[in-house]
Structures are given as structure tokens and as C-alpha cells.
């Protein structure tokens, strides 16, 4: 199991948020969104902030960080991580069992991620074989595009996403996650799609138009 940062609003929590942070940071990376976010009308949430593990990344010369995956090239980089994607996945699903285990139904959890984490996010989230509240998707892109169709699960086929972007991105470049919008809304997905004024980072706006979907969401 992965190490996580947790903490919860109340004694009982019945909704949580999985949060994934980017390359080369770690949990304590989103604890600041993760408190700025008013949610009391959902009642008590838990927030799990997990850690990557460390691992060489390509891109920067090898150089050990935490990350999700490798990165093997600038984009558009002669192949993906595949290996690295699905252990990956395999380790966030891990997270989302034990939430359900721990009595939160699964109806009532979000997976969230930023950079590396959104990419981490829906490849997760999507082949996930029970269904999940929604999933939210900031400044990054989906990974195995071309492998999502047939491996998503028929439980998530009409799961909610919330996904933005920064227009002025140069780490993730905004037609990349714009790409990732239009396959993802061609497979059918209900895409709530965000742009904003900023380079590869999180705005109050953005920060305020995703409580407003989070309490749209989980209210339901």
C-alpha cells in the first residue's frame, strides 16, 4: 500500500477524495487545495494524499524523484511508460478498495490528480471496475489513449470528469489536454472541460469551479 497523507473532516467520513500530486512532488503537495475546498454539505470526507515512489526518470537524465511513472521523452516521446502506467494503476486502485473496504461506498469517491496524477487518474479511474463518484483531471492528459476503449470498465463508461488546463501550460502543452478531451468525449464521457489564464499550476478559479462540480456530484 502506498504511503498517504490522511485527514478528515469529522469522525465519519462517508466521502473520500484521492488526491495524486505531480512529478517530483509528494502528498503535502495538495494539502493546501485539499483544506481550501469547502465541502461541509457532502458532511465528513477523508482525504488521502498519497506518495509516489521514487524511480529514475528519463527525461531528466535519470535523475531519481518521486513519479508516478517514467517519462521516456518530451512529448510527443517515442513511447509511454507502460509498465510503469499499470503498476501504477494497480497501486491507486489498491487505495480505492481499501476507502471501500473502510465502509465509503465507492459512489461517494473521487480520484483527483495534477500532471502526472491526472494521467494516473484516468487510466485508473476509467478501468475501474466498480463505479466511482467522478474523477478530476488538472493540467494533464490521458495515457494509452488508443488502449482506453477496450480496457475501460463498463461500471465507469458514464463516470463524470472534471477536467482543466492551463492555456498558458509549457510542461503539459494545452493541446495535449485538449486532445485528451476530445477522445475522451468521443468515447462518450460526460467531459466538464476548464480553461484558465495560467501556466502548469492550480488558480483560485479553477479551485472554486471544482468544489462547485464536487458538491454537484457527490449531492446527487
Given amino acids: 500500500m502506498l504511503d498517504a497523507i490522511e485527514f478528515e473532516t469529522g469522525p465519519a467520513p462517508q466521502t473520500s477524495l484521492i488526491v495524486l500530486h505531480g512529478l ?16 461541509q454539505a457532502l458532511g465528513d470526507v477523508r ?21 508516478w511513472f517514467d517519462i521516456l521523452g518530451p512529448h510527443p516521446a517515442p513511447a509511454e511508460d507502460e509498465a ?5 494503476q494497480a497501486q491507486i486502485a489498491a487505495l480505492l478498495d481499501r476507502e471501500v ?6 459512489r461517494r469517491i473521487v480520484l483527483m490528480g495534477f500532471s502526472q496524477g491526472c494521467a494516473m487518474t484516468l487510466m485508473t479511474a476509467l478501468r475501474y471496475p466498480a463505479r466511482l463518484g467522478g474523477a478530476v483531471g488538472l493540467s494533464g492528459y490521458l495515457p494509452l489513449a488508443g488502449r482506453t476503449a477496450a480496457e475501460r470498465s463498463a461500471a465507469n463508461a458514464d463516470l463524470p470528469l472534471f ?12 493541446a495535449r489536454g485538449r486532445a485528451s478531451r476530445d477522445t475522451l468525449q468521443a ?23 471544482l468544489n462547485d462540480w464536487l458538491l454537484r456530484q457527490l449531492r446527487a
Fill in 163 to 174: 477536467l482543466a488546463h492551463g492555456r498558458q501550460d509549457g510542461i503539459v502543452i494545452p
Fill in 47 to 67: 482525504f488521502v494524499l498519497p506518495h509516489a515512489p521514487e524511480r529514475p526518470v528519463t527525461l531528466n537524465g535519470g535523475y531519481r524523484m518521486p513519479a
Fill in 187 to 209: 468515447l462518450g464521457y460526460a467531459v466538464d472541460w476548464h480553461e484558465y489564464d495560467m501556466d502548469h499550476s492550480v488558480s483560485l478559479e479553477e479551485l472554486q469551479d
Fill in 84 to 88: 510503469g502506467l499499470r503498476a501504477a
Fill in 24 to 39: 517530483g512532488a509528494d502528498g503535502r503537495d495538495f494539502e493546501p487545495v485539499c483544506q481550501a475546498l469547502q465541502l
Fill in 101 to 106: 473496504a473502510r465502509g465509503v461506498p465507492a
